[in-house]
């Protein structure tokens, strides 16, 4: 029966194989329904888990997008500056994180904004003779 098993799943993914664990089984686990198939534990996750936001993080998120359109320079340290002023407990990871997650971008001058590229050609000044 163990060559069956192995033939029958062998020509599965890994989306496929994470199809077949059924998360609430009341006998198995989902590290032996894993273990069973094939998958390693570490490839299987939950979908409530995978690509959903808490509450909290949306409240955040709102919060994060209507100080970001009132002051676009602003990056994850003011924003959570501005958190802490608006009581809510913030870390400036998971501010940086959503601010990430939601596409937004300082416009503040980054480091380095006016070097001059290695490619660029430096034409030299004449003195007009």
């Not at 808490?54 to 676009?72: F, G, S, V």
Request: charged residues 30%; aromatic residues 6%; glycine residues 6%.
């Amino acid at each position: 029966m163990e060559w069956l098993k192995k033939d029958r799943t062998s020509r599965l993914n890994v989306a496929e194989k994470c199809q077949c664990i059924e998360p609430g089984h009341p006998l198995l686990s989902i590290a032996r329904q894993c273990t069973s198939i094939g998958l390693p534990r570490s490839s299987y996750y939950p979908e409530s888990v995978v690509g959903e936001e808490t509450a909290k993080n949306l409240e955040l998120m709102r919060l994060i997008d209507q100080e970001y359109t009132r002051h676009p320079f602003y990056g994850s340290r003011k924003i959570r500056d501005w958190l802490e002023r608006q009581r809510r407990e913030v870390d400036r990871k998971r501010v940086r994180r959503l601010m990430g997650r939601m596409g937004l971008v300082s416009a503040a001058p980054k480091p380095n904004a006016s070097r001059v590229a290695p490619a660029h050609k430096i034409h030299p000044i004449c003195c007009g003779a």
